[in-house]
């Protein structure tokens, strides 16, 4: 049974949509979920500008659109997905349009889109025996830098360690001739939070801190149809995707920024930048998670080892979050599946992972004793406990920062 058997075994996998096979050369495969967007047309000229890397290039683009999507945007849809059909003919790679209308309303989105791609790059490499072939998944509003092939080439199939997955390092486009001042400056602030999040995880101590953004990852085809494929989620199924893969194994980085997503304002998902920059423009604000909250998992997460033998302290509000009943319950019987201290703090990390960490921290409101805090102030704090000695602006300390912490 090869590797997309077994995917097509066990999972929802969507079928097949070309017939023609892929060069025998075929390494990178790019999956682009396009809804209501020509800027993509913007963004296949920018892989075409790209240098080429050893290896044969396709370009996956799915425009998607719903059962309950206007007529309006159904019809710009179509003009889209027939300007690519027509003219798609670029010299950096083959592109393979594809459109999907009417989709039910549960499963609609990028989410959906973005599976339907990547399942068909998993055909691709299966009908050309290649199991390493690369996913790379990018969205309709972004530029790539001129490195973009050769950098996740060289990631992928030089390094000495070639990863299973690999997140890209991202800058949002600030050119002032396509988003708004407003935009830009709403924007600066959300990247400086999810460059923030992620170190801020680093402190904390849990063991892989990703970006986890839906234009900024590669995965093999192998990697990807063992984790079970994306989710049909209408937002998020990047996030939940890579802190899955996560657990099983490595998730490596290319920490230049070879990615541009777009600052623009967006209400087609529930969160994620476009949403993000809006309510900052509309309220002024960007509060975000309190460093002291990271500072205390950095205590909680430190302890792990010592609650193999018993003793320890746990800080309360830890505690009084999980409850202590079901506390001991969960290192109990973390305790009875592991024989050696290295797999219990192994477990234990499964057991208080991302996910309970995003679930703890959204449990301090304004009224608690570690209320939100101005993106600025936390990034000063940030900064600080890295050692960093400020020169410049918060925006450029970070960005350097978080470049030169790889995952």
């Known amino acids: 049974m090869n590797f997309a058997e077994f995917y097509a075994a ?15 050369d075929t390494g990178i495969i ?11 047309f913007k963004t296949l000229q920018s892989l075409d500008s790209a ?8 370009v996956i683009v799915v425009v998607n659109s719903a059962e309950d999507t206007s007529k309006t945007i159904v019809e710009k849809n179509k003009r889209i997905f027939a300007e690519l059909s027509q003219n798609g003919v670029y010299s950096n790679f083959r592109l393979l349009p594809y459109i999907i209308e009417g989709v039910p309303h549960k499963i609609a989105g990028v989410g959906n889109a973005r599976k339907v791609g990547m399942d068909e790059a998993v055909w691709r490499y299966v009908s050309i025996e290649n199991p390493q072939g690369i996913i790379v998944s990018l969205d309709s509003d972004c530029l790539v830098s001129k490195c973009y092939f050769t950098k ?8 000495k360690d070639r990863p299973n997955a690999c997140t890209l ?3 949002h486009n600030f050119d002032e001739a396509l988003y708004s001042k407003q935009e830009i400056d709403a924007c600066r602030r959300y990247e400086m939070y999810l460059r923030y999040f992620r170190l801020a995880q680093k402190v904390a101590g849990i063991p892989q801190c990703l970006h986890t953004i839906g234009s900024c990852f590669a995965v093999t085809a192998e990697a990807y149809a063992k984790m079970g494929g994306m989710a049909r989620r209408q937002a998020g199924e990047d996030f939940y995707f890579l802190q ?8 490596a980085s290319v920490d230049e920024p070879i990615v541009f997503p777009a600052p623009s304002v967006s209400e087609r998902v529930p969160f994620g930048t476009g949403r993000s920059v809006k309510k900052i423009i509309d309220t002024g604000l960007c509060k975000v998670y309190n460093f002291g909250l990271f500072l205390l998992l ?4 430190s302890e792990f080892p010592n609650l193999y033998d018993g003793n320890c302290q746990v800080p309360k509000e830890v505690l009084d979050f999980v409850g202590e009943q079901k506390f001991s319950f969960l290192v109990d019987e973390c305790r009875r599946n592991t024989s050696d201290m290295k797999s219990f703090v192994k477990r234990m990390f499964s057991r208080f992972d991302v996910f309970f960490m995003i679930r703890f921290l959204n449990s301090f409101d304004e009224t608690s004793v570690f209320p939100p805090k101005d993106v600025q102030d936390v990034v000063a704090e940030l900064l600080e406990n890295y050692s960093v000695d400020v020169k410049g602006s918060f925006y450029d300390e970070i960005l350097a920062l978080d470049c030169s912490v790889s995952n």
């Open 244 to 251: 899955k893969l996560a657990l099983q194994s490595k998730v």
């Open 169 to 171: 390092q991202f800058r």
């Open 152 to 159: 996740i080439y060289e990631r992928f199939c030089v390094s």
């Open 10 to 24: 066990r999972y929802s996998v969507a079928p097949k949509i070309f017939s023609s096979n892929p060069r025998s």
């Open 51 to 58: 240098d080429k890397p050893q290896c044969s290039i396709e």
């Open 298 to 301: 950095r205590n909680f997460y």
């Open 30 to 40: 790019v999956v682009i979920p396009c809804y209501d967007d020509d800027f993509v």
